[in-house]
């Protein structure tokens, strides 16, 4: 791992924070979902950064994050963004794409702060419908969910070959970096909070999903909604919702992919957003050049990570 490759540290309310930040263009945020880290945007982060001044983030509470004073609501985490892009300097509208709970805090973000987001690209992402994996749901059952959470290598491989529908996705070091991020002290206490603020045992509470799908519906942000069709952990079905519900969104379905389409279909995943950005809708909030970076010989800058957006 190079040093520009390597995540770096930032203070954000007081609070130490992992982040990764390269390349130079308009800003791009990456949120990833509950129990992961900034790893599931690797491939992503790496791909845009030719193009884009790109933020990677470990949410508070996992990965290299300290978690946060507050309780773990969806409003806190879109505060915490916020605060994130002031203290890294991003004083212009950023593309958020987020994965899973990273979309429904994109969302969020959107509805309480606006004039930050240019556009959200929200991949396999909460907030369209109440099914959910069991394992999640499971959470919601004291003192269940805590054991459930126990770090142990299988629970690791388990959860990464849920995550994927091709198995070998489900590396080696991704297990081995999944089981570093639950031996985290603050882990499991981390995603039980989250968890039981969003759902329960039957699955994720419609009045929060309902009532922020529906002012995202208002807002007048270019959106694009991605899902993998073999996800389980928030079904394929859930497209359908969000193409009802967010009826000027562009879609799109992944065949033979699962929760991670970032990973599972990176190529793909990267062409889809660098379109998706280039459509009229986006384009006056675009500066950088967006043809497909595999056309050039790597002649844009790469600026190293630092502190500063």
Known sequence: MSA????????????????????????????????????????????????????????????????????????????????????????????????SLGGAVAMQLAVAEPARVASLALVNSAGFGREVTIALRLLALRPLGRLLLRPSRALARRTELALFHDPAFATAERIAHALETARQPYTARVMLETARSLGGFRGVRAPWREDLVARVAALDVPTLVVWGDRDLILPAAHLDAARALLPRARTHLFRDCGHLPQVERAEEFHRLLLDFWAAPATQGVLTATIADPREEDGAARRRPATEAG
């Open 4 to 99: 520009a490759e390597r995540p770096r540290h930032v203070t954000v309310a007081g609070r130490r924070v992992r982040h990764r930040v390269d390349g130079d263009g308009p800003p791009v945020v990456l949120l990833h979902g509950i129990g992961r880290t900034l790893r599931d945007f690797t491939e992503q982060h790496d791909l845009l950064a030719q193009r884009f001044r790109v933020h990677s983030v470990d949410l508070p509470g996992y990965g290299g994050s300290l978690p946060m004073t507050e309780p773990y609501t969806l409003d806190a985490l879109a505060r915490f963004v916020g605060r994130y892009l002031d203290v890294v300097g991003v004083d212009r509208p950023a593309h958020l794409v987020g994965n």
